[in-house]
Structure formats: structure tokens, C-alpha cells
């Protein structure tokens, strides 16, 4: 256990559907990101929040939109999704966005777009 | 353009010594990572290398030269449960996370 929680672990959606993945961490951080992974590909940033404000967008696609209410937890809503998208997306935080504190990552979730 | 290079895929006996290398191009350096991930598991923090040398934890040591652009990860006496990929990312001058792909590691008894 990493502190970093993700729910669900699995997703199935077509690609007219709404969901949400959710994230939470319980390490005091005050930084939190949004990753990419695809299958032998590196590490892709989507998002990076700091005391739930968003300091980085890394060009995400507008069908991807990021929430983070408090900063404990963080979502990313998902619409309109295209095959390509299906992916491992990963949460992860920091004690700060400075880049030098190591990252806690959560498990995962398992995205598939038919 | 900035690029992380490490191999794709390694193999290794239970019991002996593996390295895992990666070299950078990136526009600055702050700082190396290595992290470990375990199929289907969250990645895990193994070491951070800011200045040149070996740094030792473990059975784990961790090697940086900032002049050549290159660092390892040196496994030794493996284990089965040493099988993961292995996550090189660099700091840049920007303190962005550059990430290589990542080398999958395989032991075999």
C-alpha cells in the first residue's frame, strides 16, 4: 500500500459514455498528478495540481477534464473517449511540486474505450 | 528533443547480478529516478541520484554520471520477486520528469 488510493480498477466504456476515475491519497501531500501509460511507452503527465490548483496541462485532449476538490482527492472525467485513449491511468502524489520529492503512486485504473 | 533511453527487456538467474542502464538528453539535469513497478502494480520510489557516484541501499545501488549522461541501477543477489520494470526519469532544468520507457525485467530460477 502506497497511500494512494484508485477507484474503479477496471473500466469498460464506450466512446459516447461519461465516467469518472477517482483518486485519493492519505499522505498529507500537496501535490497530485495524472499520468498515461501505455504499453511500452513512457510515463505520459496529463495533469498536475498544487493546493488544488492546476499548475501544468500538458496539451491533454478537452475529453479529459481533471477535478480537484480538495488535496486529498482528484478526479479525471472522462467523455467521448477514443480507442487510443484506452490505457493504464495512474495517479500519483508529493509533498510538493518541486520535482525533487519522490512520487506515490496508486494502482491504477485499467482503461478500455470500445 | 529530450530523450531517456534504457533497454526494453533484461534477463537474469536468481541469485546473481543484473545492471540496468540509462542514459539522458535533457535540457538541464536536477536529479535521476529510478522506480520499480510490478505488472498490474503501482510504481514505487527505489532511489533519487543527484550528484556523481554510487549510492547503495541494499541490495539495491544506484549510479549517476552527470558528464556522460548516464546512469545505473545495480541488482544484486536477485530474487524472483526482483522481476519488474525498472523506470528511469530525469529531472530537467525545469523540474519536469522526463520518463524512459522503462526495462522489463525477467528471473529465471
Known amino acids: 500500500e502506497t497511500g494512494v488510493t484508485q477507484t474503479p480498477r477496471h473500466l469498460v466504456m464506450g466512446m459516447t459514455n461519461k465516467k469518472s476515475l477517482k483518486c485519493e491519497q492519505h499522505l498529507g501531500h500537496n501535490a497530485m498528478y495524472w499520468y498515461k501509460q501505455s504499453a511500452k511507452k513512457p510515463l505520459e503527465l496529463m495533469f498536475v495540481y498544487s493546493l488544488e490548483e492546476r499548475v501544468e496541462n500538458n496539451s491533454v485532449p478537452s475529453r479529459f477534464s481533471p477535478e480537484c476538490p480538495n488535496s486529498s482527492h482528484l478526479f479525471l472525467h472522462l467523455h467521448t473517449l477514443q480507442p487510443e485513449d484506452s490505457a493504464l491511468y495512474l495517479c500519483a502524489s508529493s509533498q510538493d511540486v518541486s520535482g525533487v520529492s519522490e512520487q506515490y503512486f496508486g494502482p491504477g485504473t485499467r482503461l478500455t474505450v470500445t | 528533443g529530450q530523450n531517456i533511453d534504457q533497454p526494453t527487456e533484461m534477463t537474469a538467474t536468481e541469485g546473481a547480478i543484473v545492471q540496468i542502464n540509462c542514459t539522458y538528453q535533457t535540457s538541464g539535469f536536477n536529479g535521476l529516478f529510478w522506480y520499480q513497478q510490478h505488472a498490474g502494480e503501482a510504481p514505487t520510489f527505489l532511489s533519487y541520484?543527484?550528484l556523481d557516484g554510487l549510492e547503495e541501499k541494499g541490495r539495491f545501488s544506484s549510479f549517476l554520471s552527470r558528464s556522460k549522461g548516464y546512469s545505473y541501477l545495480l541488482l544484486k543477489e536477485l530474487q524472483m520477486k526482483d522481476s519488474a520494470s525498472y523506470l528511469c526519469a530525469v529531472l530537467d532544468s525545469n523540474y519536469q520528469l522526463i520518463w524512459g520507457a522503462g526495462t522489463k525485467l525477467i528471473i529465471k530460477p
Open positions: 541520484n543527484v
